[in-house]
């Protein structure tokens, strides 16, 4: 088969490979294409004189060692591959041995620098699995350049001036694989992750910080059912703790749903029917519905009384946000617990009593400015990133996943 081969007459395409195959101390020998991949063939450059690491004096070369790494598709020729030598250097000067690659590849993953960039690019809005389509390269080479390039250009945790820390735990596996989340409560980046739900998963990241850093915090964001209060007042005793708003509304869910159950059981014929499918119509906020299941929402409350009420004290609950002032936060949340315990409704009264033990943390809320969208989107993030990127048997790359997503 006749080949055709770029070299000597090739002016403008030789000039063209030439151009984006440019490294310092290497130069472009061939091109190739043999109706399946194009390879690009570098060598060393005789005009250029290595420099040893060490003294800067010139350095000779022993060996040459050919390595091929992965390009990027060129038009329609999927198949790129460059193969170039790394040179054995020896320095005259100071005996130092080293190796000069090129710097456009990464000699961790026998690829150039510019697939990893896309690759890790399209990981950002894909699943791994789509660079197979795009670069030709699969689901695990994939996720190991997005890695890579995320571990370089990811900038570190900014640790200074933290004034709120949100501190929260997610189910990373099926099952019981958790991780400790903790984010910055003002710009949502996310400072760090570790494996677990306990105290010393949290205290990992205390760990991290000097006194300086620990004594600007002035408050701390978790869920009252957590492990994490004692770590927190252990590490930070000069901060406030402050119940964060979204496990509180999940568990006031939770109790709404609890009567819609039991009502479920105490209903005969149609009525079971029709409280059965009312979960979503009862958790969803009003404003979300469409008109017909808004009416529908209406006809059940007025046909059940004790939706009715769970209904009017879920939509009672969420006035506490509003409040600015604590002693006026402290005084309306009585009221609250007041009215649900009169309810009648067994699990509203539960909840009551859990509100009330927690109390100072729940009140604590409207003094310090959390920006609790950030919690809310960075959980859909996590979701998203997890379902999306399957990299959960790796959580270093998980965690730089959502770092990325945070920042
Ligand atoms: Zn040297």
């Not at 060129?74 to 040179?87: D, I, K, S, T």
């Not at 900014?158 to 929260?168: A, K, N, P, Q, T």
């Not at 006809?299 to 946000?321: C, G, I, Q």
């Not at 009221?335 to 699990?347: D, P």
């Amino acid at each position: 088969m006749n080949c055709p081969r770029i070299g000597a007459g090739w002016g403008d395409v030789q000039n063209l490979f030439t151009q984006l195959f440019r490294s310092e101390g290497y130069c472009l020998d061939s091109a190739e294409f043999d109706g399946v991949q194009i390879v690009v063939t570098l060598r060393g450059d005789r005009r250029f004189t290595p420099r040893c690491p060490c003294c800067e004096g010139a350095a000779a070369i022993n060996r040459e060692e050919f390595n091929t790494a992965r390009d990027l598709p060129l038009g329609p020729v999927r198949e790129v591959r460059v193969r170039c030598p790394a040179l054995q250097l020896k320095c005259s000067e100071c005996g130092t041995c080293s190796t000069l690659r090129p710097s456009l590849i990464d000699p961790c993953a026998n690829a150039t620098g510019w697939l990893m960039k896309a690759v890790s690019q399209a990981c950002r809005r894909a699943p791994p699995a789509a660079a197979e389509a795009l670069f030709g390269v699969g689901a695990s080479t994939a996720r190991h350049y997005d890695k890579a390039v995320l571990e370089r250009t990811l900038p570190a945790p900014r640790l200074y001036g933290i004034r709120v820390l949100l501190v929260d735990e997610k189910s990373v596996r099926k099952g019981h694989g958790y991780v400790t989340l903790v984010l910055d409560g003002e710009s949502g980046e996310l400072l760090y992750m570790a494996e677990g739900k306990k105290k010393d998963s949290l205290g990992g990241f205390f760990d991290l910080l000097s006194s300086e850093q620990m004594e600007s915090i002035e408050a701390v964001c978790i869920d009252r059912a957590g492990a994490y209060k004692a770590c927190v007042e252990g590490n930070l005793p000069g901060a406030g703790i402050v119940y964060d708003k979204f496990h509180l509304v999940a568990n006031l869910g939770d109790a709404v749903d609890e009567v819609r159950r039991s009502e479920w059981r105490a209903a005969q014929g149609e009525g079971k029917k029709v409280v059965k499918g009312s979960r979503y119509l009862l958790l969803t906020n009003r404003e979300n519905l469409a008109p017909d299941r808004r009416r529908e929402l209406r006809e059940l409350l007025a046909v059940n009384e004790n939706l009715s009420a769970a209904y009017v004290l879920k939509d009672a609950f969420k006035r506490l946000w509003d409040y600015v002032y604590p002693g006026a936060a402290s005084n309306y949340l009585h009221r609250w617990c007041g009215m649900a315990k009169a309810s009648g409704l067994a699990a509203f009264e539960k909840f009551a009593g859990s509100v009330l033990a927690a109390h100072d943390g729940i009140v604590a809320y409207c003094r310090h400015s959390f920006t609790t969208g950030l919690l809310e989107s960075f959980n859909a993030t996590v979701s998203r990133v997890i379902t999306r990127s399957c990299g959960v048997r790796d959580l270093k790359y998980l965690f730089l996943k959502l770092r990325q997503e945070s920042l």
